[in-house]
């Protein structure tokens, strides 16, 4: 039989195939060097138009030149590169230097495009720039978890009582990343999330009011302490966990006496929670409470409770001395092993 | 007669090897073609996202990265600052000494200022070989040292498990330098997703790049042949194959070198096995197999531009030993596993995946040297047209260069992860060169692994590290 007709063949299709490959990577590779070789000195230039225009804080007629010489994309590109590294007013010339080039308006136009990647990448460039007042906050509720999360970024620098409300109710959002960022923008809005996580944190359940106490703790403020102390008997392990470390964050003898009560909880989350709480408050009348939870069935408990002893310094050391002669052998166990230690640090 | 049925089968043997190989091409080509999609989306989801973001946060998920160290003194010291200086809020390094009968531990006292942490509490969910000690940095307070009996790999990543406090580990080799802002982009898909129970990275070849400090200060392809023809197969396999894989059916490995995991996922399914050489790949799989049979995230991802670099064999005899010890892993791991392969049960992994890795990864060196011996041998005794024989060698061979040039085009289109375009040309001449005698050499090796596998060998072999090409860090 004679092969030569489907060698022949195959050897066209597969050098037709390596020609189209080859010619991908070369033809490619000597555009993108080409492209670099020729937009580099406009780019340069455009860059240092940019610099001056947030050192001088206006667009000087110079400068608008030098950034349109460049496309539209790599405009966008300069802008987004400088604009993360300022804050204030060099950060506010350059919004308004974006503004000017049109750069804001291309962004705001594609935040209310029906094409998500469009939606997403407007919002982006918004939250880096500045600017979207009124078409960004539509995104909070985008079908998309990736708008959403991006819009919930760029709602962290825009206090405004509506769009904080609407941040704290997509607390729940189904999305890991949402949620991630929605309770990062709650801690870096501060003071202003205070009033609606109380509201949160007073009504909901589940995920969100877990969501909202670990957004309060890590605010800290005193006016949550009231609304975190009414969820101390909630019926889910996780909330009243949290709502512990809520209230041992804020402090003070009221609250640090709501912690202690809870070393007696049912659930051993909730009180491994309380004994590091009562660690980082330093609140020594606990301290033959905790040496009491050395004995107690969960590792996470006895370890807290060691931990916390240890920091209260000679007082909780005799504690855990004692422990060392204790009939329980996890007791003895763990009071040994946290004298050893050369130092202590609460987990988290 | 004899000559008739001899023939009849060497040309059968011939057609069998050459539809296999057409098939095979087909498929990674396939592969490449899906890789291509999602590279594009991933670029698409990444334009000037905000990594920054994370660095600054308070809720961001601790990270604890497991680096087990056997012998490692000539570049431990550099992987760990590599490790410390990574952009990411919370993490924590736990190193592993495993035994190590070098200095290692000794390097790691003097650079890193460490002191004893005598029988710390630590909860033993998984057994490991006895601890000997615990350590931390004075200089450092987000490195911890453990100090254990040589158990092997499997045995040291498990006690660094146990000993972290991370939500998500990171396991990586001592050797690897992972790059600063790797784990931002790694962890995307666990804050994306809560199905998501592990995710890998790309892995890239150190060797002929600039490192300074443990960081490469200096992107470059290899220039030397074998370190060169191996960075072609790591492109090719994780630009193409793992990335390709995310949208057919999920991956089945995640690299020991360098991959995230939910640290309670793989403490709940026991940890790395000890009694396995492909104990990475064996733990991805139990993970995935626990999953569909218990219920619950089973989600394995592969994120193409978090980038760690590794050092790769210089040398032929330890190039052997490696690939070698890669087949019998995968062999073993296959064995275990093997209800898996072709069950319904096992939704796309049972289906597509794990007869992938039978059917392609595990018998394709065979295969090769099947059709490579048949050609050659059919040639001497004339029942094989040379014609016939080009072809063979055309569609096993000449597919697989354009594979590896789509590759480089992909990546030239992409990362661009190893400089300029004149070190994807030295990449291409070493995809070019790769078929002739290459090849045919791993090919024997693999065959070897396999063979070894069904003798019970189940050693690792001895991997002789050379030390980057490195510099030490500028004084100010």
């Known amino acids: 039989m004679s092969w030569e007709p489907l060698l022949l063949e195959a050897a066209l299709v597969l050098a037709g195939l390596l020609v189209a490959a080859l010619a991908l990577l070369v033809v490619h590779g000597a555009w993108r060097v080409a492209a670099d070789a020729s937009w580099r000195r406009p780019t340069a230039e455009a860059r240092a138009a940019l610099a001056e225009t947030a050192d001088r804080l206006e667009l000087t007629p110079d400068a608008a030149r030098a950034l349109k010489r460049l496309t539209a994309r790599r405009r966008i590109d300069l802008f987004a590169e400088l604009a993360p590294s300022v804050a204030g007013a060099p950060r506010s010339a350059l919004a308004d230097a974006a503004g000017a080039l049109d750069v804001i308006a291309s962004a705001e136009r594609w935040c209310r495009s029906r094409r998500w990647r469009r939606r997403l990448r407007g919002a982006r460039l918004l939250t880096t720039l500045g600017g979207g007042e009124t078409a960004v906050p539509p995104l909070l509720r985008d079908p998309r978890p990736e708008v959403r999360t991006q819009a919930a970024e760029w709602a962290a620098s825009h206090p405004e009582p509506e769009i904080v409300s609407t941040l704290t109710d997509m607390l729940d959002d189904p999305r890991g990343l949402a949620r991630f960022t929605v309770m990062d923008s709650l801690i870096r809005l501060g003071a202003s999330a205070v009033e609606p996580l109380g509201t949160t944190i007073d009504a909901a359940g589940g995920v969100a009011a877990v969501a909202a106490l670990r957004v309060g703790t890590a605010i800290a403020d005193p006016r949550l302490a009231p609304h975190a102390r009414r969820r101390l008997d909630d019926d889910d392990p996780a909330i009243r966990a949290w709502a512990v470390r809520l209230v041992g964050a804020v402090g003070g003898d009221e609250n640090a006496a709501a912690v202690a009560t809870r070393l007696h909880d049912p659930a051993d989350e909730v009180r491994a929670a309380a004994a590091v709480a009562l660690g980082r408050l330093g609140h020594w009348p606990a301290a033959p409470a905790l040496g009491h939870c050395l004995a107690d069935p969960s590792w996470a408990v006895r370890r807290n409770a060691a931990l916390a002893l240890r920091s209260f310094g000679p007082a909780g050391e005799l504690l855990l001395n004692r422990a060392l002669r204790d009939e329980d052998t996890f007791a003895r166990d763990i009071a040994r092993q946290t004298l050893d230690l050369p130092e202590v640090s609460l987990p988290a | ?476």
């Open chain 2, 1 to 476: 007669m004899v000559g008739d049925v001899v023939e009849a089968l060497f040309v059968g043997l011939q057609w069998f090897v050459l539809g296999y190989f057409l098939i095979v091409n087909a498929f990674l080509i396939l592969l490449l073609a899906m890789a291509a999609v999602d590279l594009r989306r991933q670029r698409l989801d990444v334009w000037q996202e905000g990594r920054w973001r994370l660095l600054g946060s308070d809720v961001a998920p601790v990270i604890s990265i497991l680096a087990p160290a056997h012998n490692e003194e000539a570049t431990v010291t550099e992987s760990i600052r590599s490790l410390l200086t990574l952009r990411y809020p919370s993490l924590e390094v736990v190193l592993v000494n495993d035994g190590s009968s070098d200095a290692t531990l000794a390097v790691l006292e003097r650079d890193f200022d460490l002191v004893a942490v005598h029988a710390a509490p630590i909860r033993r969910r998984i057994e490991t070989q006895p601890i000997r000690g615990l350590y931390r940095s004075r200089r450092t307070p987000g490195l911890v040292v453990v100090d254990k009996e040589n158990g092997g790999k499997a045995d040291a990543l498990n006690a660094g498990l146990v000993v972290a406090t991370g939500e998500l580990a990171c396991a990586i080799d001592a050797d690897t330098i992972v790059e600063p802002d790797a784990l931002q982009r790694m962890i995307r898909p666990f804050l994306m997703d809560d199905n998501v129970i592990a995710a890998g990275g790309t892995l890239r070849v150190v060797n002929g790049a600039d490192v300074r400090a443990g960081r490469v200060v200096r992107e470059r392809a290899p220039r030397r042949f074998l370190p060169g023809v191996q960075a072609v197969e790591y492109l090719r396999a994780f630009l193409a194959g793992r990335v390709g894989w995310n949208r057919l059916g999920g991956n089945l490995i995640i690299s020991g070198a360098f991959g995230l995991f939910r640290r309670e996922a793989m403490i709940e399914a026991g940890g790395y096995r000890h009694d396995t050489v492909g104990e990475d790949m064996e733990l991805v799989v139990r993970m995935r197999r626990l999953a569909h049979e218990r219920g619950g995230p089973e989600q394995i991802v592969f994120v193409p531009d978090p980038v760690a670099w590794t050092e790769v064999p210089r040398r032929l005899r330890i190039l052997a030993r490696q690939r070698d010890r890669w087949h019998r892993g995968l062999a073993d791991v296959l064995h275990r596993h093997r209800r898996v392969i072709l069950n319904p049960r096992y939704g796309a992994m049972g289906l597509v995946v794990a007869p992938y890795f039978v059917f392609v990864e595990l018998l394709a060196p065979l295969v090769e040297l099947v059709g490579v011996l048949v050609a050659i041998l059919g040639l001497i005794f004339g029942v094989v047209d040379i014609e016939f024989a080009l072809l063979f060698l055309l569609v096993a061979y000449g597919l697989g260069l354009v594979l590896t040039v789509l590759t480089l085009a992909l990546e030239e289109w992409t990362f661009c992860g190893y400089g300029g375009l004149r070190d994807r040309l030295v990449l291409l001449l070493f995809g070019a060169l790769e078929s002739i005698g290459y090849r045919q050499l791993t090919a024997f090796w693999r065959v070897r692994g396999l063979v070894r596998h069904w003798r019970g060998h189940r050693d690792w072999g001895a991997m002789e590290r050379e030390g980057f090409r490195t510099q030490p860090a500028e004084q100010p």
